[in-house]
């Protein structure tokens, strides 16, 4: 009796499990296409990326010498470069410049984004002048804003007209870093305004058009609607910002090498320094991986802040 009574429940989960394993068969044969087309991009990924990263954690703990080979020293090249009074410089110089994006430079693009998307006529050329400066090549840029920060160039000479005496933008160290920002703003504003101006365009229009029958004038929308409507998107390009300008070094290291005085010598050049400029390769895979464990936990709190937008 018991027997006749527990065999139909066995039986069940046969074709059950048949079920479930031709589900998982058919799926399989359904996307295998699609993961073949994943397979080059999973294999440049990791060749590029990941195998790099491993390796200069490996490397990060020996002397690397290309003649002799390289030997194994542990955590010397850590207690090297900690020893290093330039490191802490370079630690401060990189939290400044992030600190002068922020208040200089992040809230241009949003600015910017609200103030075209309110434009009645010229939107579409206001996204092209806007976007402009983004595409100006590296040399041009950096010729361009020495020529513009010069004593006898165009700002000093705007200045001159309001009785003000020349100002030394880059070979002071009070505002080589400012000088730096703000030419870093003009240039890079126009790429993050697109975002957020897809932001702005992608709320609807009904939430504008009622705020409106109910006498909510510009800045109650963009109090009301538009910011909170963003809040997502603002802090994610916030985390990205914070990632992307503590690892800047392009613009210090073409305008002005580290200096004066070493007021622009940011992490990421003082790497770029001990690993090309020395050729202690070792110590500059070093200042890597540390940079890599800060940034990956940025990357972990980004996830954790947006977690329901993934």
Request: net charge positive; charged share 15%; aromatic share 16%.
């Amino acid at each position: 009796m018991e027997e006749s009574v527990v065999s139909p429940a066995r039986r069940a989960k046969g074709p059950e499990r048949e079920t479930k394993k031709h589900t998982r068969t058919s799926n399989w044969k359904k996307h295998i296409w699609g993961y073949l087309f994943l397979v080059p991009a999973i294999v440049i990924f990791i060749i590029f990326l990941w195998v790099p990263i491993i390796k200069g954690m490996v490397y990060s703990f020996y002397n690397i010498d290309f003649v002799k080979g390289n030997t194994f020293v542990g955590f010397d090249n850590y207690i090297k470069i900690f020893h290093n009074p330039d490191l802490w410089l370079s630690v401060k110089n990189t939290l400044y410049f992030m600190f002068l994006t922020l208040i200089m430079g992040f809230w241009v693009p949003i600015a910017a984004a609200i103030a075209i998307s309110e434009l009645k006529f010229f939107q579409s050329f206001a996204r092209i002048a806007a976007y402009l400066p983004f595409v100006v090549p590296g040399v041009v840029l950096y010729g361009m804003w020495r020529w513009m920060y010069d004593p006898v160039g165009p700002i000093n000479a705007i200045l001159g007209w309001f009785g003000a005496d020349p100002v030394s933008f880059i070979s002071d160290g009070r505002f080589s870093m400012i000088s730096i920002v703000f030419m870093e703003t003009w240039q890079q504003f126009g790429s993050a305004m697109l975002i957020y101006l897809a932001g702005v365009l992608s709320i609807p229009k009904d939430w504008y058009e009622a705020a409106e029958i109910d006498g909510a004038g510009v800045w109650n929308r963009i109090k009301h609607i538009t910011l909170p409507s963003m809040r997502s998107l603002i802090v994610l390009m916030l985390i990205l910002q914070v990632i992307g300008t503590s690892q800047a070094y392009q613009s210090q290291l073409a305008l002005l090498d580290g200096g004066p005085n070493k007021a622009t010598l940011t992490y990421a050049l003082f790497t770029v320094k001990y690993a090309f400029t020395q050729l202690d390769y070792g110590a500059g895979t070093a200042l890597g991986v540390l940079m890599f464990i800060v940034l990956g936990i940025l990357g972990i709190i980004q996830f954790k802040v947006n977690r329901e937008e993934y």
